[in-house]
């Protein structure tokens, strides 16, 4: 590929696939969090473990490679980096140099210890080798094995392979070689994993964005078995090949998924909302029988009701008497009362760990019980239900295309997307201007 907008057009806006808002609507249905149901779209099911060997090469590859560049470094950079607070340097720079060339694992680990049983080195080595704190099995920077000799890139994007775990070190090293070969730093995460999609990530800025991408598919021609095992990229990136995905780093502390996921889901309730009042009242056949729309409703939430009451134990409307008792106050005007707070963006806020959570008020029903208590039926139990209704619009196109445009109108009122859901608004243009800036450089043939 030889320009940015080659790329930029190549990219499948994940916001077009039918079976992904499909998709999307039961990691909604299913309640507890939606950010990790979304990262478990597409993951590839293999009980496959690392390959060692690729992790051993990996590992006392990048161990030579930064006892080198520790060793060598120039006075005036260790002077610099001890000015700037990195205690020891210099210690640890003179042990370096002791140090001969790293071929085996008890070596390596050798050179950092045990934890609680390190000495001062180890203890040095442990903070500058390439493991800042992160939950990642992986996180490797080049600026980091190379001692902080020069600055980083700037990050404005990030390209997602979902690998199977067997490949993945034998595709970093492949990775970090090509790196090293066209001289380019190099700055990725990666994790085995079953269940989520984007094991390998790796940060780009706009000049090297391209470069990178021809890197892997240049992988992928030299080790087609590699990208037989792949999966399709994460869910809300843009799909360029079939198995690379690629997005635009956040301007914010949040999480590319997470940014898109709360859009996502804050879209699905207010589009569920409307669908759910626009149906009230409606009829419809199902298996030759007429059901009213009404019915469907009001026996979800029952029901939601009943499973999560059962859930704590408490199994008071396992009574047929007490059940029916719920369902006439749900068929009164409550429900509509309640979907209509549902639909009113003033008594929603985004809550990360939970999804959607409700700030307004929704009365809570008193249920008799045989014991002449009351249960309260409360929010969280509707929320379940009304989550519970996405299942009636599963597979509706017209469903799905209302929630299409609910997505893309988030999206840019939030400077994102404008027609690529995975990049922000001004990335068609600042690739436009780069390829123009390079075209004018390149001399004519």
């Known amino acids: 590929m030889k320009t940015l907008m080659e790329l930029y057009n190549k990219v499948q806006n994940p916001l077009v696939d039918n079976k992904l808002m499909g998709d999307l609507l039961n990691a909604y249905r299913q309640g507890d969090s939606f950010y990790k149901k979304v990262q478990e779209i597409n993951a590839i099911k293999s009980n496959s473990t690392v390959n ?16 080198k560049a520790f060793s060598g470094a120039p006075a005036e950079h260790i002077k610099n980096m001890l000015e700037m607070g ?19 694992v008890e070596q390596y680990n050798n050179i950092f210890g045990h934890q609680g049983e390190r000495n001062e080195l180890q203890v040095l080595a442990v903070n500058y080798f ?22 980083q890139d700037e990050v404005n994007h990030r390209l997602y392979i979902n690998c199977d775990n067997a490949d993945i070190y034998n595709i970093a090293n492949k990775f970090i070689i090509k790196c090293t070969r066209d001289e380019l730093k190099f700055h990725f995460k990666f994790d085995q994993a079953t269940d989520r999609a984007d094991k390998m990530v790796i940060y780009s800025s706009t000049e090297n964005l391209l470069k990178y991408y021809n890197m892997l598919e240049e992988i992928g021609k030299e080790n087609p078995e590699i990208i037989k095992r792949c999966g399709k990229p ?36 207010k589009q569920l909302a409307a669908s759910v009042l626009k149906n009230i009242g409606r009829e419809k056949t ?17 029901n939601a009701a009943v499973d999560y009451l059962n859930g704590i134990n408490i199994k008071q409307l396992d009574n047929p008497k007490n ?18 707070a549902y639909s009113n963006d003033a008594n929603w806020a985004i809550d990360t760990d939970s999804g959607v959570v409700f700030k307004g008020k929704i009365e809570e029903l008193q249920i008799p019980t045989s014991t002449n208590t009351h249960l309260t039926i409360d929010k969280p139990i509707f929320d379940k239900g009304f989550k519970n209704m996405a299942a009636e619009f599963q597979g509706s196109t017209v469903f799905a295309d209302k929630l299409r445009m ?4 988030q999206m840019l009122s939030k400077k994102l997307g404008n027609g690529k859901f995975c990049f922000d608004a001004g990335t068609k243009e600042k690739f436009e201007a780069l390829d123009n800036k390079i075209a004018a450089l390149t001399p004519a043939p």
């Open 52 to 67: 060692q060997s690729d992790k051993v090469d990996l590992h006392l590859y990048l161990i030579n490679r930064w006892i």
């Open 323 to 340: 059940k029916a008792s719920l369902i006439e106050h749900l068929r009164g005007s409550f429900i509509t009362r309640a979907l209509g």
């Open 406 to 409: 609910e997505i893309e109108t």
């Open 130 to 151: 390439y493991s800042p704190p992160t939950f990642w099995t992986e996180y490797l920077d080049s600026h980091v094995i190379d001692a902080k000799q020069y600055d």
């Open 86 to 104: 990195n205690e020891g340097y210099d210690k640890l720079q003179a042990y370096l140099k002791t140090v001969g060339k790293i071929t085996t």
């Open 234 to 269: 994460a869910a809300l990136t843009g799909n360029i090949n079939g198995w690379i995905g690629v997005g635009d780093e956040p301007k914010t502390n949040d999480s590319y998924t997470d940014i898109r996921c709360n859009i996502i889901n804050d879209s699905i309730r």
């Open 286 to 302: 199902v298996d030759g029988k007429i059901v009213r729309f009404n019915d469907v409703l009001v026996g979800t939430m029952a």
